[in-house]
C-alpha cells in the first residue's frame, strides 16, 4: 500500500475532509497563546490546527497534525504495526535468501527499489533568510527565546557521504542565525564530531514541513548509516524527492521550507533553556551555531510546528508509532523478547518494560543489558523485566509483577556511570548517568510480600503526608520538603516494610492522576544518587538490598523547573476558546 499523501498541504486537506482539522481565522500569538491552546487539544484528543494568522508574521501554522494515532495510520497508509510486521517476516525470510523467499515478499522488493531518492527541481521561490517574519513559536514562560521544534536537520558524513536526517531543535537568535541542539548520541552529532575532528565546517540543510511519511521518518532510530530520506521512500511506496542544495547536501523538494547553511567549529553559544518533553526545562547550555545563507520555499508556505511538555503532547503518538514499528524487528533480532513498551508519560527514555520468554534464570536480564547497549535504547534509564503473560502497555499490570515477583536483594541491578539522555538532568551531568534493572519475572526463586494497609496518608515524626497505595506493589508519598530524610524514615518502618517500592513526589505530582504520576516519578531522580535499599548486605563485593527500595523522586534544588503556563496566557485562551471556532 502507497501512502497516499505527496507533502504537507494535501494531508491536512485530507485531516480537513475528514473533519479532523479546524483552521483558526483569528490571530494568534506563537508567543505561548498557540502552545496552550495545542495542549488542551491534544489531552482532550481534539482536531489538528492551522492558526491562519499568526501574530506578526505572513504564513499560516500547522500544529498537532500527528497528535492522535489514527492521523499517524493516515499519513503512513496502514498501521504502523502492520508496517514492523512485514519487515519482521521480510528479515526471517531472508536468512538466507532464497528465490521462493524473494517471490513470496515481492512487494517489499519492490518497494526496496524505491528507496533512491529521485532528484528534482526544488522549491519556487529562493531568497535571503529573513528568520524574524517566521512565526516561530515560543513555547513556554522560561524558555531561552523563539524555537524551531519541528525541524528535518539534514547532514552528511565527511567519510562516505552518507546523509541523516534528525530533529534537533534550534533557538533563533536572529534573522539568519540559529543554535543547533545537535547532541552526540544521535547521527548528526556523530557528523560534527568528524568535521571537528578534520578541521572543517559542517555544511547542513534544514527541512520544515514535507509529507508526513519523512517527518517521521526523521524520528526513527535507525541504523547510523541508513539514510532516512531513503527510507521514507521505502515506507512510503514511492521515491523521496529531492533536489540539489549549493553545500552539497539533498533535501525534500516537498518541503514547506528549506534553510541551507553550515554549522562553523569549535564555535558554541548558549542554547535555551526551553521546555523539553521531559516536562521540564532543560538547562541552558553552549551549543553549536548555524548560519543560514538562503532559504528556499513554496509559494505560500506553511510554517509546521509541535509542543513537547508534560503528558501527554504530540510526541506521544510519534513515539508509540516508532516503537510499534521498529518492535517486530527487535524480536526478530532477539527471539525471547515478547513485547516491549517504552512510557510516554516518563518522556520514553526514562521506562520501558520488556517481557521475555525465559529458558533458563537472569535469560531475562541479559536481554535488558543487550537491549540496554543498543541504538536509542542505550538512552534508556530503568527497564522492568516481566514475563509475556504481562501486559507490558498496562503499567498496573506491571506493578501486580512487581509485588508478586521483586526481591530486592536479587532482582535490582544498578548501573552506575553510563551515557544518559542529554535532556536528563537528574545526575547533574550533561550525558551522563545511572540506569537499573528491576527483574520482576517468576523464574527462579520468589519473595512474597504482603502489605498491611492500604494508607492514603503516610504519618511520619507526627506529620500526615498524602500517600497512594499504588496496587500493593509501590507506596507514593507527597511531600513539600526534602524526599531522601522522609523515605529513610519510612523505610525503618517494619509497617512499611511489606512494599516493594516506596517513592517521595513533590507536591506539583498529583497522586490520582496515573499520567501526571508516571512522569513525577520517573523523570525526577538519578538511579545512583537517588534510589536508597532499606539496608545492605555485603557478599564479597556483592551487596544483597534488603527491604524496599526508596525512591527520592521530588524536585531538587539544580534541577530545572517544572514547564507551567502563564496565568494570564491561560486566562486569555479562556476568553477566547469561542472566537478561535474550536
Given at each position: 500500500m502507497t501512502a497516499p499523501f505527496s507533502d504537507l498541504g494535501s494531508f491536512l486537506a485530507h485531516l480537513e475532509a475528514q473533519k479532523d482539522l479546524v483552521r483558526v481565522r483569528a490571530e494568534v500569538d506563537p508567543r505561548l497563546?498557540?502552545?496552550?491552546?495545542?495542549?488542551?487539544?491534544?489531552?482532550?484528543?481534539?482536531?489538528?490546527?492551522?492558526?491562519?494568522?499568526?501574530?506578526?508574521?505572513?504564513?499560516?501554522?500547522?500544529?498537532?497534525?500527528?497528535?492522535?494515532?489514527?492521523?499517524?495510520?493516515?499519513?503512513?497508509?496502514?498501521?504502523?504495526?502492520?508496517?514492523?510486521?512485514?519487515?519482521?517476516?521480510?528479515?526471517?525470510?531472508?536468512?538466507?535468501?532464497t528465490v521462493s523467499a524473494l517471490w513470496r515478499h515481492r512487494g517489499l522488493v519492490a518497494r526496496a527499489l524505491k528507496m533512491r531518492p529521485q532528484r528534482v527541481v526544488g522549491p519556487a521561490v529562493v531568497e535571503l533568510p529573513r528568520l524574524d517574519t517566521w512565526?516561530?513559536?515560543?513555547?513556554?514562560?522560561?524558555?531561552?527565546?523563539?524555537?524551531?521544534?519541528?525541524?528535518?536537520?539534514?547532514?552528511k558524513s565527511p567519510s562516505n557521504g552518507r546523509q541523516n536526517l534528525g530533529m534537533y531543535r534550534l533557538q533563533v537568535y536572529d534573522e539568519r542565525t540559529t543554535g543547533m541542539h545537535?547532541?552526540?548520541?544521535?547521527?548528526?552529532?556523530?557528523?560534527?564530531?568528524?568535521?571537528?575532528?578534520?578541521?572543517?565546517?559542517?555544511?547542513?540543510?534544514?527541512?520544515?514541513?514535507?509529507?508526513?511519511?519523512?517527518?517521521?521518518?526523521?524520528?526513527?532510530?535507525l541504523p547510523e548509516n541508513m539514510d532516512e530520506l531513503s527510507f521514507a521512500g521505502f515506507l512510503r511506496n514511492q521515491r523521496t524527492r529531492v533536489f540539489s542544495l549549493s553545500n552539497g547536501l539533498q533535501a525534500p523538494a516537498n518541503a514547506e521550507f528549506v534553510l541551507e547553511g553550515h554549522v562553523p567549529i569549535h564555535e558554541r553559544r548558549l542554547e535555551g533553556p526551553f521546555?523539553?518533553?521531559?516536562?521540564?526545562?532543560?538547562?541552558?547550555?553552549?551549543f553549536p551555531?548555524?548560519?543560514?545563507?538562503?532559504?528556499?520555499?513554496?509559494?505560500?508556505?506553511?510554517?509546521?510546528?509541535?509542543v513537547v511538555g508534560k503528558p501527554p503532547q504530540e510526541d506521544k503518538f510519534l513515539g508509540n508509532a516508532v516503537q510499534e514499528m521498529l518492535l517486530p524487528l527487535l524480536k526478530v533480532m532477539r527471539p525471547e523478547l515478547v513485547?516491549?513498551?517504552?512510557?510516554?508519560?516518563?518522556?520514553?527514555?526514562?521506562?520501558?518494560?520488556?517481557?521475555?520468554?525465559?529458558r533458563y534464570p537472569k535469560e531475562a536480564v541479559k536481554t535488558a543489558l543487550g537491549l540496554m547497549g543498543q541504538g536509542q535504547m542505550s538512552l534508556t534509564k530503568c527497564v522492568v523485566l516481566v514475563d509475556p503473560s504481562v501486559n507490558v502497555r498496562k503499567f498496573g499490570d506491571v506493578l501486580d509483577a512487581l509485588r508478586t515477583h521483586f526481591n530486592p536483594a536479587e532482582d535490582w541491578i544498578?548501573?552506575?556511570?553510563?551515557?544518559?539522555?542529554?535532556?536528563?538532568?537528574?545526575?547533574?551531568?550533561?550525558?551522563?548517568?545511572?540506569?537499573?534493572?528491576?527483574?520482576?519475572?517468576s523464574l527462579g526463586p520468589q519473595n512474597q510480600p504482603t502489605t498491611s494497609a492500604r494508607p492514603s496518608r503516610v504519618e511520619v515524626d507526627g506529620v500526615e503526608f498524602p500517600a497512594r497505595n499504588w496496587r500493593d506493589a509501590l507506596l507514593v508519598v507527597r511531600t513539600s520538603g526534602p524526599g531522601r530524610p522522609l523515605i529513610e524514615k519510612i523505610l525503618r518502618n517494619p509497617a512499611f516494610s511489606g512494599y516493594n517500592l516506596i517513592a517521595a513526589v513533590s507536591e506539583d505530582v498529583p497522586l490520582d492522576d496515573d499520567e501526571l504520576l508516571l512522569w513525577g516519578l520517573f523523570t525526577r531522580f538519578d538511579c545512583a544518587r537517588d534510589v536508597v535499599p532499606a539496608s545492605v548486605k555485603m557478599n564479597g563485593a556483592w551487596p544483597a538490598y534488603l527491604g524496599p527500595l526508596g525512591v527520592d523522586a521530588t524536585w531538587k534544588s539544580g534541577y530545572p523547573k517544572p514547564l507551567v503556563m502563564k496565568e494570564d496566557i491561560v486566562h486569555r485562551v479562556n476568553r477566547r476558546w469561542k472566537e478561535y471556532g474550536l
Open positions: 497563546e498557540m502552545t496552550e491552546i495545542a495542549t488542551r487539544l491534544v489531552k482532550a484528543g481534539g482536531p489538528a490546527v492551522v492558526f491562519e494568522r499568526a501574530t506578526g508574521s505572513p504564513y499560516p501554522v500547522a500544529i498537532n497534525f500527528m497528535a492522535t494515532a489514527r492521523r499517524l495510520e493516515w499519513a503512513l497508509g496502514r498501521a504502523p504495526a502492520q508496517i514492523g510486521e512485514e519487515l519482521a517476516a521480510a528479515a526471517e525470510d531472508f536468512a538466507p535468501p512565526p516561530v513559536l515560543t513555547c513556554w514562560p522560561e524558555d531561552g527565546g523563539r524555537f524551531v521544534t519541528l525541524p528535518l536537520v539534514i547532514t545537535i547532541q552526540i548520541e544521535r547521527g548528526g552529532g556523530a557528523h560534527y564530531a568528524e568535521y571537528e575532528s578534520r578541521g572543517e565546517s559542517m555544511p547542513v540543510a534544514v527541512a520544515l514541513g514535507g509529507d508526513p511519511v519523512t517527518i517521521l521518518a526523521s524520528v526513527l532510530p521546555g523539553d518533553h521531559f516536562g521540564h526545562y532543560s538547562h541552558a547550555a553552549p551555531v548555524f548560519y543560514v545563507s538562503k532559504v528556499h520555499r513554496r509559494q505560500n508556505p506553511i510554517y509546521p510546528a509541535t513485547d516491549l513498551w517504552a512510557y510516554f508519560e516518563a518522556g520514553f527514555h526514562n521506562l520501558a518494560v520488556a517481557s521475555v520468554r525465559q544498578l548501573l552506575p556511570g553510563t551515557p544518559q539522555d542529554t535532556l536528563d538532568f537528574t545526575s547533574f551531568k550533561m550525558n551522563l548517568g545511572s540506569k537499573m534493572i528491576l527483574d520482576a519475572t
